[in-house]
């Protein structure tokens, strides 16, 4: 079974930073594509990231480009995000999700999501 | 960038009725656009990939329909559990995107 852990979130002034991890099984870990996706209180999903198998290659919304960073640790099946430089509108549940990645694309397994904080 | 249009935002229904969903595109996506459910306080999950494949475990009278920038979710016969937001995504390029969403009530 497809399992993907979030932690990490919490309360964090403005300015500040944050790292969320996602611990994966079930899967062979290192064969996948994997993302990070947020979603602000009543609001519609947003990609934030991707990040191909052997971490090669990384992908990411104008909105954190330059703040967060995507990374993987294939030996430990983790992936992480580096949130720099936070601001109030990064205030959301951020998502691990599982990325198939041959021809389609698409987002086929989620983690239950950990929420982040931006406020003073 | 491309842009993701759905319609209706919000539909109240029944158990049993039949419903669609419409998603429309800025620009042409072939057939790059997936469709997920989410219930409050729950993950995003996958339903339909490349506009008409159903992923595993998901209900036959889910389909999904469309190509180029007009695509379609249909719910045959609405069960209670089918109660919940729908959005359609885009992964024809980077930045993926996501419609704004439609909340599927009960009537």
């Known amino acids: 079974e497809v399992q993907l852990v979030e932690s990490g979130g919490g309360l964090v002034q403005p300015g500040g930073s944050l790292r969320l991890s996602c611990e994966a099984s079930?899967?062979?870990?290192?064969?996948?594509?994997m993302s990070w996706v947020r979603q602000a209180p009543g609001k519609a999903p947003e990609w934030v990231a991707n990040?191909?198998?052997?971490?090669?290659?990384?992908y990411y919304a104008d909105s954190v480009k330059g703040r967060f960073t995507i990374s993987r640790d294939n030996g430990n099946n983790v992936v992480y995000l580096q949130m720099n430089s936070l601001r109030a509108e990064d205030t959301a549940t951020y998502y691990c999700?599982?990325?198939?990645?041959?021809?389609?694309?698409?987002?086929?397994?989620w983690g239950q999501g950990t929420l982040v904080s931006v406020s003073s | 960038d491309i842009q993701l249009t759905q319609s209706p935002s919000s539909l109240s229904a029944s158990v049993g009725d039949r419903v669609t969903i419409t998603c429309r595109a800025s620009q042409t996506i072939v057939k790059y656009l997936n469709w997920y459910q989410q219930r409050p306080g729950k993950a995003p999950k996958l339903l339909i990939y490349?506009?008409?494949s159903l992923h595993s475990a998901v209900p036959s009278r889910f389909r999904g329909s469309g190509s180029g920038t007009e695509f379609t979710l249909t719910i045959s016969s609405l069960q209670f559990e089918d109660f919940a937001t729908y959005y359609c995504q885009q992964s024809s390029r980077v930045p993926y995107s996501f419609g704004q969403g439609t909340n599927v009530e009960i009537k």
């Open positions: 490349g506009a008409t």
């Open positions: 079930g899967f062979t870990f290192s064969e996948y594509w």
């Open positions: 990040i191909y198998r052997d971490g090669s290659e990384e």
């Open positions: 999700a599982r990325l198939w990645g041959e021809l389609l694309h698409y987002f086929d397994y």
